[in-house]
T-cell receptor
């Protein structure tokens, strides 16, 4: 069964304190791994797509990396506005042959000033 | 603004009511999705439409009925819901290129409360 596990569930950081979020996955044939950011009461906002082990993507203070079993979202010198829930998802195939995203529960990040 | 618009943003309905959620995208995408997001749970896929054809019903109860009249619009018709159906309902769309599914773009969601 395709599964995505994110850790930690919640993370509190001081402004400027770098850290990493983890996303481990089991999927039959990875076709893509996605990171999203979600603010309270809003829909997820796309951040990155990673397709193969060793791939890295960067955007401002965020950097996503991918291995064969997990992905990390590194946050360098975070600011309070980086506070949000970060969602990881993998592309999988349904029994009906459609493609879908399988999501983890997310990591709620709080950055204190 | 992601290009995917959902209405209404908030909905309170009784268990005997009938209501509909609407989703609209002008991104030229050919796949559209309904997801349910409940507290402490991952996003759950409900329905998938490819080129207006429903290709997936993820064991969703019949009190939820999707409709996709064209590739830009998606509806979710609701009737005789239960309080446990209260959640954030998210619509998403994505393009398809040679079988590779790129990122999905989500709407802001409809916060549904069933009383």
């Amino acid at each position: 069964e395709d599964q995505v596990t994110q850790s930690p569930e919640a993370l509190r950081l001081q402004e400027g304190e770098s850290s990493s979020l983890n996303c481990s996955y089991t999927v039959s044939g990875l076709r893509g791994l996605f990171w999203y950011r979600q603010d309270p009461g809003k829909g997820p906002e796309f951040l990155f797509t990673l397709y193969s082990a060793g791939e890295e993507k960067e955007k401002e203070r965020l950097k996503a990396t991918l291995t064969k079993k997990e992905s990390f979202l590194h946050i360098t010198a975070p600011k309070p506005e980086d506070s949000a829930t970060y969602l990881c998802a993998v592309q999988a195939v349904t029994q009906g042959g459609s493609e879908k995203l399988v999501f983890g529960k997310g990591t709620k990040l709080t950055v204190n000033p | 603004e992601t290009g995917v618009t959902q209405t209404p943003r908030h909905l309170v309905m009784g268990m005997t009511n009938k209501k509909s959620l609407k989703c609209e995208q002008h991104l030229g995408h050919n796949a559209m999705y309904w997801y349910k997001q409940s507290a402490k749970k991952p996003l759950e896929l409900m329905f998938v439409y490819n080129f207006k054809e429903q290709t997936e019903n993820n064991s969703v109860p019949s009190r939820f009925s999707p409709e996709c009249p064209n590739s830009s619009h998606l509806f979710l018709h609701l009737h005789t819901l239960q309080p446990e159906d209260s959640a954030l309902y998210l619509c998403a769309s994505s393009p398809r290129f040679r079988g590779r599914w790129t990122e999905a773009f989500f709407g802001q969601g409809t916060r549904l409360t069933v009383v």
